[in-house]
């Protein structure tokens, strides 16, 4: 496939425009479409980066016969119902993390894009950080191997608000959300899968209905675990630290920054084009269109985190 790319984004919010100030770094790639829930903002955006077309109907941008592709950037309650809208229409699909909030949600976006053959591919941006690929490659060349990751997820979100501090029109979640970033990093990084998966829960939220602070405990295969804590209620330094012990080295991840346990820092610049973990996610979402092959974080690829999200679901409604 060498022609441009045609691509409609849906989700104008704070997470939509990180994606199409990724985009504007990609040759052979153009937004022609912007979807969202309030249409004059939805307007401001349009015209900030360029974009021809806009609505609040992801159908009408589906519709168009030169698009090509779909980057999902809505309310997680929507993301399985949309990709399977996207495939069924005949256009390869990014969405954004999680693929589903259910696993009867994401095996069912993986059988329809095993029926269509077209690129389906979830954001699960770790994969893609300069910091995380820095571990992976000490990892594939045979010189690192973990035994332990100690993971911290925390923000301050008492109230319905994405990253810009904005009111939302719906509610994030922890586990569906955040902790299925580690729970595939960690798979991913220790090349086994999930064998062993642990959690427990703090109260429940009187108005917004979840958990505001969760445990969680994972072993892989090959005898990796994973500690993770999860927190809304943090009021402090916010964001996910990440802490690799492993057989030869410490690293410690702090987005797309890595340091030693020493806390030596280590220049990951040189590891991909860009430091940008959203654009690179994006980069390889349009190169395995171009290349007729399936991404790293392709809906198949990712799927046991979901399996392994279910059972933890069901472990904590038995906890209530």
């Not at 675990?225 to 690799?244: A, K, M, Q, V």
Request: proline share 3%; hydrophobic share 40%; charged share 20%.
């Amino acid at each position: 496939m060498s022609k441009t790319i045609k691509v409609a984004l849906a989700g104008a919010g704070a997470f939509g425009v990180k994606h199409l100030d990724g985009i504007k770094n990609i040759e052979g790639v153009e937004v022609i479409s912007l979807i969202g829930r309030e249409l004059d903002k939805t307007k401001e955006v349009a015209a900030k980066y360029g974009i021809g077309h806009v609505t609040t109907e992801l159908s009408e941008s589906l519709a168009i016969p030169e698009l090509d592709a779909v980057i999902l950037c809505t309310p997680t309650q929507m993301h399985a119902e949309q990709t399977l809208a996207c495939l069924k229409a005949g256009k390869h699909v990014q969405v954004e993390i999680p693929l589903a909030d259910s696993w009867a949600g994401a095996d069912a976006v993986v059988a329809e894009q095993k029926r269509t053959g077209l690129v389906a591919m979830c954001g699960h941006t770790r994969r893609f950080n300069p910091s995380h690929q820095y571990v992976n490659e000490q990892i594939t060349a045979g010189k690192f191997n973990i035994q332990q990751m100690d993971v911290q997820t925390y923000f301050f979100r008492r109230t319905n608000t994405n990253a810009l501090g904005q009111a939302r029109s719906w509610t994030d979640h922890l586990l569906w959300h955040h902790a299925a970033h580690t729970v595939d990093l960690f798979a991913y990084q220790a090349n086994s899968p999930i064998v062993q998966a642990n959690a427990i829960q703090g109260p429940i939220h009187p108005v917004l209905g979840i958990a505001m602070d969760m445990s969680i405990q994972l072993r892989a295969a090959n005898g990796a675990i994973c500690t993770l804590s999860l927190s809304f209620n943090n009021d402090g330094p916010l964001g996910t630290y990440f802490r690799y012990i492993g057989d030869t080295a410490t690293y410690l991840a702090r987005y797309d920054d890595l340091y030693t346990g020493k806390e030596e820092k280590i220049d990951v610049s040189q590891v991909a084009v860009s430091m940008n973990g959203i654009e690179l996610q994006d980069r390889e979402f349009f190169a395995a269109i171009k290349e007729g092959r399936e991404p790293n974080s392709s809906v198949g690829r990712v799927l046991d985190c979901y399996r392994v999200l279910h059972q933890l679901e069901q472990q904590l409604a038995q906890q209530r």
